[in-house]
């Protein structure tokens, strides 16, 4: 009986010895290597290996972006160059005495001209220029070719000319500017007045009226600063704007295809 107490004793000092003894030799090998050795690790710490294991090459490929988008932005870029020198070259002044002020927005596809005359309100929206090639069905010869037309083949830009007086009606042309010579294309009466569910009579068509009259109301825009000279450099600056536009909107898709 004595012996065997001798010998509970004994164990009882010595298995709490060896569970310290453990604990500090795991605590060691964390501290020097930085992890216990895999075959203590997958016998003290079974649980560890029922976590998935990331892959880190995996990870980065998918958030790589596509070769065909480095590409295209590469083309985009280029593009973007070349339009920029050629915008450089074509670069539009304002000429000296040009009765209008412009309103340019970046983002649109119009500009507007203001102007104050014998107190009424001018405003002309010009638009993009039109390249306007296509055969007119109706104009054709006798052995069924289209007829020459210098109008068909050039470059042209739509007007919208308005002219105002204060708390009355205003007059509105549809213009197409060519190179030296502007063309109304239709005159309508608008009554700030009518409501929008009334239909006015806007009139015949302009080339109906009388010749006389239509040579009128030339003069009557050419007084007001809607003449050749003007309508030349709207032509110039148009083509100047739509470069610019063009690079601004190549400028957004490369920031997309970037992000």
């Known amino acids: 009986m004595a012996l065997n107490n001798v010998i509970r004793r004994a164990a009882s000092r010595v298995v ?16 020097h290597h930085g992890a216990a050795c895999p075959c203590c690790a997958a016998v003290t710490q079974p649980s560890l290996n029922f976590f998935p294991r990331v892959f880190p090459s995996v990870a980065h490929h998918y958030s790589t972006k596509p070769k065909s988008d480095e590409s295209l932005v590469r083309v985009i870029k280029s593009e973007i160059q070349c339009a920029i ?3 450089e070259e074509d670069e539009v002044e304002v000429p000296e005495g040009f009765p209008f002020k412009i309103e340019d927005h970046p983002g649109q596809q119009t500009i507007t001209l203001l102007r104050d005359y014998n ?4 405003s002309v929206e010009v638009h993009m220029p039109d390249i306007s090639g296509e055969e007119d069905e109706n104009e054709k010869d006798d052995d069924g070719d289209a007829q020459d ?7 042209c830009i739509p007007l919208v000319v308005r002219v105002s007086k204060q ?33 006015a009579y806007e009139g015949p068509d302009f080339g109906d009226l009388d010749e006389n009259l239509q040579k009128s ?27 610019r536009e ?7 898709l490369q920031k997309f295809v970037e992000a």
């Open 119 to 122: 107190g009424e309100s001018i």
């Open 85 to 87: 020198d050629t915008q």
């Open 16 to 31: 709490p010895l060896a569970i310290r003894a453990s604990a500090a030799s795991q605590r060691y090998l964390h501290h």
């Open 167 to 199: 708390n009355g009606p205003s007059l509105e042309f549809t213009c197409t500017a060519y190179a030296d010579e502007i063309a109304i294309d239709s005159l309508s009466i608008k009554d700030p007045n009518t409501s929008e569910e009334q239909v």
């Open 149 to 155: 037309d210098e109008q068909g083949s050039q470059s």
């Open 246 to 252: 063009y690079v601004a909107w190549l400028e957004n």
């Open 217 to 243: 109301f030339h003069k009557f825009l050419e007084i007001r600063g809607i003449k050749p000279s003007t309508t030349n450099f709207l032509h110039e600056y148009m083509i100047n704007k739509d470069s």
